[in-house]
């Protein structure tokens, strides 16, 4: 089986200087903090036709293209989902290493959350170079990304989209089965992208998968982790 895609990165020189200036960085984490909320149907809505540029007849086309899929690659539209959602759970993992639990973290709501966790929870002084560690991560990994083609703008709320349009998997497939080691095939899942998603949704669709597959690839362990 193949589990990873092959996507080496040659890691830049000088990358905080060139990716964050600490100034700015201090700047927005000082900005009042908003707690994220998922987007309204309105605000999907509007990211689609704006961003992704799609129009009705893609609907039309992502339901009736299931009934052409063939065997071999057939999987649940959830797995679009659930490939959004792995890559989103990665990123904030590689971030926030020391938390156990990510609830309420997003990838739009990071500088807020970089500047809370490194408060101290009773006199909420910070920890300046706790603060440093976990902002420099974040530079680093989107640097990382950002030569795949992720747009830190772009693609969280993309994500999102995908994860609130086709939801994520709702049981975990037998260790050894099968299904497993397509979910975990990045030559299966591509194929699934390019025959369920709406045309106008592939490409960055695509771009998250080969996203996922590059930090799988770097820390050796499989796509889908439960």
Not at 166 to 194: C, T, V
């Amino acid at each position: 089986m193949k589990a990873f895609c092959s996507s080496p990165v040659t890691r830049p020189s000088g990358l905080w200087q060139k990716t964050l200036d600490e100034r700015h960085f201090r700047k927005a984490l000082q900005q009042p903090r908003q707690e994220h909320r998922s987007s309204s149907p309105v605000d999907l809505r509007y990211f689609v036709q704006n961003s992704m540029h799609t129009n009705p007849s893609d609907r039309t086309e992502s339901e009736s293209c299931h009934a052409d899929i063939p065997p071999e690659i057939r999987g649940p539209v959830r797995l679009l989902g659930e490939i959004a959602y792995q890559l989103d759970r990665r990123v904030l993992s590689y971030i926030f290493q020391a938390q156990r639990r990510l609830y309420g973290f997003t990838l739009l709501n990071i500088p807020g959350k970089i500047m809370e966790v490194s408060a101290h929870p009773l006199t909420g002084k910070v920890d300046e170079g706790y603060r440093l560690h976990l902002a420099r991560r974040y530079a680093d990994l989107m640097e990382r990304l950002n030569q795949l083609g992720y747009q830190a703008t772009l693609h969280p709320p993309f994500t999102e989209f995908i994860v609130n349009t086709y939801g994520i998997l709702k049981e975990r497939p037998g260790e050894h089965s099968s299904q497993a080691m397509d979910y975990n095939n990045p030559d299966f899942l591509k194929k699934l992208i390019m025959t369920i998603a709406p045309s106008k949704l592939q490409k960055d669709l695509l771009l998250v998968l080969n996203c996922l597959c590059n930090m799988a690839a770097r820390d050796r362990k499989q796509l889908i982790l439960w």
